[in-house]
């Protein structure tokens, strides 16, 4: 086995280690409101379930150089947001949203995808998600980096609404073969669902 010091490597060498090891990763197409109004949308796989009472989920929204990136600004603004899976039908025009473009310009248009109203919050989601969550901002920390300026914000999100598309719902669960979820893998690769087995609990 190699070792490795994560205190000898740099910011991207852990990156790196981690992005590979740890996959696949969910990963969860935010949307958000600038104070101003302009619909932003962005794309992370460091995203999670936090808790089912309360249902509570988790994005990590890595800085640069210290400055908030414009989800998690609008998050700590606006305190809402609407978290979207991201599919095998929705993959390719939510990766144009991952372009970098300023603050007053939305992704949304880029992309092609459509906006649909909310019912709980004024941030609205997105038509082409089988599955869409309307988050309130539970509470947002702010991790240090190993320049000691602030590195991450993770934040936790209080879901208040779920839309689910009826064909992959029924009885009460989800049918992952019809919702057909992506992964992040490490570069640019991305992971469909693959081969399904069951291991049943020791009682």
């Given at each position: ?45 460091y995203f ?108 936790i999100g ?46």
């Open positions: 086995m190699l070792s490795f010091d994560p205190e000898s490597n740099t910011e991207r060498e852990n990156y790196k280690l981690l992005i590979g090891s740890i996959v696949p990763r969910p990963i969860a197409f935010v949307t958000t409101m600038t104070d101003e109004g302009v619909i932003n949308g962005a794309p992370f796989s999670n379930i936090v808790s089912s009472n309360p249902p509570l989920i988790s994005i990590s929204i890595q800085r640069k150089e210290g400055q908030m990136k414009d989800t998690a600004r609008n998050i700590n603004s606006k305190g809402e947001f609407v978290v979207h899976i991201v599919d095998e039908d929705n993959v390719d025009k939510i990766n144009k949203t991952a372009a970098t473009l300023a603050p007053d310009k939305s992704e949304i248009e880029i992309s092609s995808l459509t906006l649909l109203p909310s019912e709980v919050i004024t941030v609205p989601g997105v038509k082409e998600a089988k599955v869409r969550m309307e988050c309130v901002l539970e509470i947002n920390i702010t991790l240090e980096g190993s320049d000691e300026a602030p590195g991450t914000d993770l934040i209080k879901v208040v609404r779920y839309h689910i598309n009826e064909n992959v719902y029924e009885n009460g669960k989800i049918d992952h073969e019809k919702l057909a979820a992506v992964s992040r893998l490490a570069g640019s690769n991305y992971a469909k669902i693959g081969d399904v087995f069951a291991i049943e609990r020791p009682k």
